[in-house]
């Protein structure tokens, strides 16, 4: 896995292995998966919206997955959480469960770390 490459926070996930060891990382702490489209209007306004210090504070495993270059990754997250795609789409996995998914304008940063510091304290 490597940094995406607008900022040095988001960690682009390209590939099936790195999806599996994220996934696997998900068994014990919570990770967000951001699906984002760089040709898309809405989905640059919610990377902006979520690219701030108050995210990274909370949780350091934060994972963007470009649809448009990685679209075998977006289908993989697709089929293995059962949340159908969209673009942009923030998704919370802990446990194997889905805690959180939104996407478009429904994506709020304060409600991700809400979600994120209630489950930290489980």
Do not use: G
């Amino acid at each position: 896995m490597k940094k995406a490459p607008f900022t040095e926070n988001w960690v682009s996930i390209t590939t099936m292995k790195e999806l599996d060891v994220v996934f696997q990382k998900a068994n014990q702490t919570p990770v967000v998966f951001f699906k984002h489209s760089p040709r898309c209007s809405i989905s640059n306004m919610a990377l902006f919206r979520l690219d701030k210090k108050e995210l990274f504070k909370t949780i350091t495993l934060v994972y963007y997955i470009d649809v448009i270059l990685n679209r075998e990754i977006s289908n993989a997250i697709t089929e293995r959480t059962n949340i159908f795609h969209e673009s942009p789409q923030a998704i919370i996995l802990f446990k194997e469960e889905v805690v959180y998914a939104e996407s478009h304008t429904n994506i709020r940063l304060d409600q991700i770390v809400s979600e994120i510091k209630s489950l930290k304290k489980v």
